[in-house]
């Protein structure tokens, strides 16, 4: 009796570890379908669709994601400020759902029992989309090559690449391991696994080296509603180009490079150099027009959120419920913030240059000390009194 062969989706990106992924899952006698995903990645759709061909895949999805990815994941993100630890904005964290959704419809679609992906074992990617397919299709069977098969290394996996024919950009000297979206590239491995190694030139795409910024700076009008960046220089522009608009601009500026020591879901410190340009200058343009329209006790809040958020995202749990519950308070938080926001860069800063908005909680009539002062004083000592009693012995 002749066995059907199994049809697989692969989420497919055109770097090293899928490329290797297709041509081994074809060995394992599966019929693999591609799937991509076009968050703005290093490869156009064309280069994806020739690699795939040349390693004899027929069919090939690739969608163009990009407007998705910017209002149903990074928007919800950038209203909740979601920056893990401190230096990173989740480009590729915020990615990998949205992938597995797809991936899901694909798998739907092609009536596959499996699906692919070419995570290692090591990192969170595998937590992400595993997590969001078994929520999304728990039928559907996942098979990671990278945990299972021989190749144990970047190195074995290139030479592996060059025996099977297999197209690849990385060569063994420049070994990074790059993912890049729109919201910003994620790049590690080679020299850069060493602490004492400052990441070199040839590791950046997106933004200018320090020394070759423009000696003037740039001023940049952002207008928020109700949270959700509009109009770039008094131009409405979809969020898209928005976005692309500040990548081009900031990374001219060197905007936006972070270096960071960090915790991965699996237990490992690992290390990871980012540029996220435009969600630099949108996180802290946003961030400001917050401080301005929310009460104290909201902002206070929204940090608690922030921080929670920024951990569910990177921890693979888009598609839970406190994450659902987290994007409740958040959206209702934004209704006030609306408003103007004017940043400067100039050498890698970011500088916040004017703010506005009709829902301004600032009210110089009482921070003045000049002659219009409105500000009661005969309210302090009592309002003092009161406020250090529980601290003062008598
Ligand atoms: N460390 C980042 C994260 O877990 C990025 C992972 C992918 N990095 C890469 N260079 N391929 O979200």
Same mark, same amino acid.
């Given at each position: 009796?002749?066995?059907?062969?199994?049809?697989?989706?692969? =989420?497919?990106?055109?770097?090293?570890?899928? *490329?290797?992924? !297709?041509?081994?899952?074809?060995?394992?006698?599966?019929?693999?379908?591609?799937? $991509?995903?076009?968050?703005?990645?290093?490869?156009?759709? +064309?280069?994806? #669709?020739?690699?795939?061909?040349? &390693?004899?895949?027929?069919?090939?999805?690739?969608?163009?994601?990009?407007?998705?990815?910017?209002?149903?994941?990074?928007?919800?993100?950038?209203?909740?400020?979601?920056?893990?630890?401190? %230096?990173?904005?989740?480009?590729?964290? !915020?990615?990998?759902?949205?992938?597995? %959704?797809?991936?899901?419809?694909?798998?739907?679609?092609?009536?596959?029992?499996?699906?692919?992906?070419?995570?290692?074992?090591?990192? @969170?990617?595998?937590?992400?989309?595993?997590?969001?397919?078994?929520?999304?299709?728990?039928?559907? %069977?996942?098979?990671?090559?990278?945990?299972?098969?021989?190749?144990?290394?970047?190195? $074995?996996?290139?030479?592996?690449?060059?025996?099977? +024919?297999?197209?690849?950009?990385?060569?063994?000297?420049?070994?990074?391991?790059?993912? +890049?979206?729109?919201?910003?590239? *994620?790049?590690?491995?080679?020299?850069?696994?060493?602490?004492?190694?400052?990441?070199?030139?040839? =590791?950046?795409?997106?933004?200018?080296?320090?020394? #070759?910024?423009? =000696?003037?700076?740039?001023?940049?009008?952002?207008?928020?509603?109700?949270?959700?960046?509009?109009?770039?220089?008094?131009?409405?522009?979809?969020?898209?180009?928005?976005?692309?608009?500040? @990548?081009?601009?900031?990374?001219?500026? &060197?905007?936006?490079?972070?270096? !960071?020591?960090?915790?991965?879901?699996?237990?490992?410190?690992?290390?990871?150099?980012?540029?996220?340009?435009?969600?630099?200058?949108?996180?802290?343009?946003?961030?400001?027009?917050? =401080?301005?329209?929310?009460?104290?006790?909201?902002?206070?809040?929204?940090?608690?959120?922030?921080?929670?958020?920024?951990?569910?995202?990177?921890?693979?749990?888009?598609?839970?419920?406190?994450?659902?519950?987290?994007?409740?308070?958040?959206? %209702?938080?934004?209704? /006030?913030?609306?408003?103007?926001?004017? /940043?400067?860069?100039?050498?890698?800063?970011?500088?916040?240059?004017?703010?506005?908005?009709?829902?301004?909680?600032?009210?110089?009539?009482?921070?003045?000390?000049?002659?219009?002062? +409105?500000?009661?004083?005969?309210?302090?000592?009592?309002?003092? @009194?009161?406020?250090?009693?529980?601290?003062?012995?008598?």
């Amino acid at each position: 009796m002749a066995t059907k062969t199994k049809k697989i989706i692969l =989420a497919y990106s055109g770097g090293l570890d899928t *490329s290797c992924c !297709l041509q081994w899952l074809k060995d394992k006698g599966f019929e693999v379908v591609c799937f $991509s995903a076009d968050l703005g990645s290093e490869f156009s759709p +064309k280069e994806l #669709r020739a690699a795939a061909k040349k &390693c004899g895949i027929s069919k090939v999805y690739i969608k163009d994601l990009k407007s998705e990815f910017a209002n149903d994941y990074i928007l919800p993100a950038l209203k909740a400020g979601a920056v893990y630890q401190n %230096k990173y904005l989740l480009a590729t964290a !915020l990615g990998r759902p949205l992938i597995a %959704k797809h991936l899901v419809e694909v798998a739907k679609e092609e009536r596959a029992e499996f699906v692919a992906h070419g995570c290692s074992a090591k990192g @969170n990617d595998q937590v992400r989309i595993e997590i969001a397919v078994r929520i999304l299709n728990p039928a559907l %069977k996942i098979i990671a090559p990278l945990r299972v098969w021989e190749l144990t290394s970047r190195k $074995s996996e290139i030479a592996y690449a060059i025996q099977k +024919k297999i197209p690849i950009k990385t060569t063994t000297e420049k070994i990074y391991s790059i993912d +890049k979206n729109i919201w910003g590239v *994620s790049i590690e491995a080679g020299i850069l696994e060493d602490l004492d190694n400052e990441p070199k030139e040839d =590791a950046f795409i997106m933004t200018n080296p320090l020394e #070759r910024t423009p =000696a003037v700076p740039c001023y940049l009008d952002i207008e928020f509603d109700k949270g959700k960046p509009v109009k770039l220089n008094n131009k409405s522009l979809d969020l898209v180009n928005l976005i692309e608009k500040l @990548n081009k601009i900031g990374g001219n500026h &060197c905007i936006g490079r972070t270096d !960071l020591i960090e915790d991965r879901t699996v237990g490992i410190k690992s290390r990871e150099v980012y540029e996220a340009p435009a969600a630099w200058i949108l996180h802290l343009a946003h961030k400001e027009l917050e =401080a301005l329209v929310l009460d104290k006790q909201t902002l206070y809040f929204k940090e608690l959120i922030s921080l929670q958020y920024s951990q569910l995202v990177y921890q693979g749990l888009w598609f839970s419920k406190i994450k659902q519950s987290l994007d409740a308070f958040t959206e %209702k938080a934004q209704n /006030v913030v609306s408003g103007k926001i004017t /940043v400067k860069l100039y050498k890698g800063n970011i500088i916040i240059s004017k703010r506005s908005s009709k829902n301004s909680l600032y009210k110089k009539e009482l921070a003045t000390y000049g002659e219009k002062d +409105k500000f009661n004083r005969d309210w302090a000592e009592g309002f003092v @009194n009161i406020w250090g009693m529980p601290f003062i012995d008598k």
